[in-house]
């Protein structure tokens, strides 16, 4: 698709629970997104869908939840399988976006076990989260993905007390190249189902990585990267660089 | 004294010693040493302190409220053991009380004044016996060493109720934080406090109070602080100490924000779990809130700031009332944050009974705390340092920077140093946004320089302005040569909004560092734009450092003793 036609298209996201879900800075992730989309004068469209309201999975390009405090997280787990399920399946089937970090993640799979009590997920990922008794897995974390073909790195902090254990229908994200991943050992972090995307990377994983937010966008309007009007990126390249050095990459 | 603990106070003395020599500073590796030899040792010289001691702990602003509270106590003429350089841990604090035990077993003080790390509240609260603690907020702060704020509170919790270390303590709360008045509130209700002092939850001096201040009991501390030291000599938290809380708090509408900052926490009422509805928000999470589902409401504060005006960067004033009535205040700090500070060291000599013109005068005479809005001379340049390490701190700071007229020239320096957080994910809560159209020129520096770069040009700061300068030293030279005031060709003339080329470049160390070669202001020509300072915000360790520097190159002359 040539450059122009890009123009007066628009990128509709849609943020879940953004007063609740936003703990580790989540927002500086929908600011790239933004920035970047205005920047390549494509429209940018955000709207959020908090406790008891509705979801469209028709209206979204990319839907997107982040990480809570327990409470919340458990607050929004009974909400987004009661009231929310039905529409994140029908947007990841029509191949729009879902991109859970951290405990967002955690929801977009089978279960979540705390202690006694099981938690369900919406289960667009085939994945179960067990909080273990031990450390919280914390730390500079830098992986390696392979979203079509071409290894890149994604670099970002990880702070979580589940483990995450993939079953057959999910792949994992990412090979670990510095800290923890799903479970602090199977060497594999996040996991990947089609366009929908889980990783414990943080908070602001796209201003890291930007990346990570042209392919977003790219894949969310249905063309390829290589199409997206290229930005000066220094300063993304460099905050990338710093946060790779941080992990140790 | 006991007889075992000398020979350690004089060898973790010696240890001190020893490091000062070697010019290494740490305040707190003596008593680090100290507590590791002798477990108790904590305990054992604070049961020295005639007066016991005083805590004072929160996310937000410990050092400058400890700070205000000791001014204020030593206008009452009370002589203190205070660890007034910030190290508030165990180490620390066994360190300041060696610092003022003398060898036959006396202290060099009356009372001890701790800020305590929110996290070391507990263990400390149980060696210190505090008479006093005062719990001033709990702002979302470095959440890959301290965890969700929620554990904070319940460890807090812990700390104060029923069976608690701090069981015995008088309780000084933030009413306008929902999770720490909260606390207040489970405390208040719970089974340790006499059943008579429930139904005397009537007025102090038309004041309505919450539970505690039964009236003998205030006037008898009131008596005791001014009398004699002699008859003191009773312990910390006496039995005649009434648990119970006193609140502080602001009331001031035209204060109230247009909406929740985004990095708010504490939103939900602990008792119920519903949303909290606010009325009016002033700071963070900070304001007047009530519950609509169990109809749980702010406790209405006795210490109070009414009529606040906020003068800048450099100082602020409010009205105070308290049981003993009413005073202007005029804070030669600046920000809603330093009111809050204010009233809860205003609230804890209220606590203690120290007088209301005593309170007045400690307030009004407490310059910045150590890199808290200290001002510097930094090669002939007004330099002021705004310690940011939050997301509610640096919206503070943000906001009272735009409060200052004018284009500011800023260095920012983001560590990511384990003080720090390794964490830097904050600066995405953080509202830079406040700073878009008032920033001539901003310097990156830290050990994650290029990140906040980048914070800053999302924020919307045309990347023209700004620059990465990761080493420290080059930075500040960098960024304390004064600026041309008219050159502003390349600066401030420069409209040109980000495009999808984008004309904005990082300017890399070698290129920058050449400006750290100019001459010192007071050489250069007077095209030089002398009046206008420089804004430094830089994380806990970065503070640390950018001072080591300044005394280092005997440049600063600080304000701060």
């Known amino acids: ?249 | 004294m006991s007889a075992t603990l000398g020979p350690k106070l004089a060898l973790a003395r010696a240890v001190g010693a020893v490091s000062r020599v070697r010019g290494g500073g740490g305040t707190s590796l003596p008593g680090k040493l100290l507590v590791r030899m002798d477990s108790s040792a904590i305990a054992e010289l604070a049961a020295r302190l005639p007066r016991g001691s005083v805590l004072v702990s929160a996310t937000n602003g410990k050092t400058t409220t400890a700070a205000m509270a000791a001014s204020i106590l030593e206008a009452a003429g009370i002589s203190l053991v205070h660890n007034q350089a910030g190290a508030n841990m165990a180490g620390g604090i066994a360190s300041t009380l060696l610092g003022a035990a003398g060898r036959s077993g006396t202290i060099a003080g009356e009372l001890g004044l701790f800020e305590v790390d929110e996290l070391w509240l507990d263990r400390l609260a149980g060696q210190l016996h505090p008479r006093v603690v005062v719990l001033a907020n709990l702002f979302r702060d470095q959440l890959d060493r301290y965890g969700e704020l929620e554990t904070i509170a319940e460890r807090w919790a812990g700390t104060v109720r029923a069976g608690g270390p701090a069981e015995r303590a008088r309780l000084v709360c933030n009413a306008d934080d929902p999770l720490v008045a909260d606390l207040g509130r489970e405390r208040a209700q719970s089974d340790y406090e006499p059943a008579d002092l429930k139904r005397e939850r009537a007025e102090v001096g038309g004041v309505p109070v919450q539970g505690d201040h039964e009236p003998a009991a205030f006037e008898l501390e009131q008596a005791e602080v001014g009398g004699e030291l002699a008859q003191d000599a009773h312990g910390p938290a006496d039995a005649h100490e009434p648990a119970g809380v006193l609140y502080f708090g602001v009331d001031d509408d035209s204060l109230a924000l247009a909406s929740m900052a985004h990095a708010a926490d504490a939103k939900h009422c602990r008792r119920c779990g519903a949303p909290y509805v606010f009325d009016a928000v002033y700071l963070g999470h900070l304001g007047h809130y009530h519950c609509e589902s169990c109809g749980q409401r702010r406790p209405s504060p006795t210490v109070l700031a009414r009529s606040v005006v906020l003068e800048g960067v450099r100082s602020a004033r409010f009205q105070l009332s308290t049981p003993d009535g009413e005073a202007e205040v005029k804070l030669a700090l600046p920000g809603l944050y330093n009111v809050y500070n204010a009233l809860a060291a205003a609230a804890l000599g209220v606590a203690l009974g120290i007088s209301l013109a005593d309170i007045v005068a400690g307030l009004e005479s407490t310059t910045a705390a150590f890199g808290r809005a200290e001002t510097v001379t930094v090669a002939g340049r007004e330099t002021r340092i705004l310690l940011v390490k939050n997301p509610a701190g640096a919206n503070e700071v943000l906001r009272t920077l735009a409060l200052e007229p004018g284009c500011h020239d800023l260095l920012g320096v983001l560590n990511d140093n384990t003080a720090d957080g390794h964490d830097v994910s904050w600066i995405w809560d953080a509202d830079f946004e406040l700073l878009v159209g008032r920033v001539r020129l901003a310097t990156c520096s830290g050990t994650r320089a290029p990140e906040l770069a980048l914070r800053l040009k999302y924020a919307g700061i045309e990347p023209e302005r700004i620059r990465v300068i990761d080493d420290l030293p080059h930075a500040l030279a960098a960024a304390t040569a004064e600026y041309p005031a008219s050159g502003g060709g390349r600066l401030a003339d420069n409209a040109a909004k980000q495009s999808p080329t984008g004309e904005g470049r990082l300017m890399v160390a070698e290129e920058s560092a050449a400006a750290g070669e100019q001459p010192r202001a007071e050489e250069s020509s007077s095209r030089l734009n002398r009046a206008a300072p420089l804004y430094v915000l830089p994380t806990y360790t970065a503070m640390l450092a950018l001072r080591e520097l300044l005394v280092r190159r005997g440049e600063a002359d600080s304000s701060w003793q």
Not at chain 1, 16 to 33: E, K, S, T
Not at chain 1, 58 to 80: P, S, T, V
Not at chain 1, 143 to 161: C, S
Not at chain 1, 236 to 249: L, M, P, T
Request: proline residues 2%.
């Open chain 1, 1 to 249: 698709m040539a450059v122009s036609d890009l123009k007066g298209r628009t990128l509709r996201v849609c943020a879940l629970y953004p007063d609740l879900m936003n703990i580790y800075a989540d927002r500086g992730n929908l600011f790239v997104l933004q920035r970047r989309c205005e920047w390549r004068e494509i429209a940018f469209h955000l709207s959020g869908s908090g406790l008891d309201e509705m979801l469209d999975g028709e209206a979204h390009d990319i839907y997107y939840i982040g990480g809570g405090q327990d409470r919340d997280q458990l607050l929004c787990a009974e909400d987004l399988v009661g009231g929310k399920r039905k529409a994140l399946h029908e947007a990841a089937s029509r191949g729009a976006i879902v991109l859970g970090v951290c405990g967002g993640y955690q929801l977009l799979g089978e279960s979540y076990t705390l202690g006694d009590n099981q938690l369900q997920g919406v289960g667009l990922l085939d994945m179960r989260t067990v909080r273990e008794p031990g450390e919280r897995l914390i730390g500079n974390v830098a992986i390696e993905v392979d979203l079509n073909g071409e290894k890149r790195v994604l670099a970002g902090f990880e702070n979580h007390g589940g483990r995450t254990y993939l079953a057959s229908g999910a792949t994992p994200l990412g090979r670990v190249l510095k800290g923890h991943g799903n479970d602090g050992h199977s060497g594999f972090e996040g996991a990947r189902f089609g366009n929908t995307i889980g990783t414990y990377l943080h908070g602001p994983l796209l201003p890291k990585n930007a990346w990570f937010a042209d392919w977003l966008i790219a894949t969310a309007l249905g063309i390829d990267v290589e199409a997206l009007t290229s930005l000066d990126d220094s300063f993304e390249n460099a905050a990338h660089a710093s946060a790779r050095r941080a992990a140790g990459v």
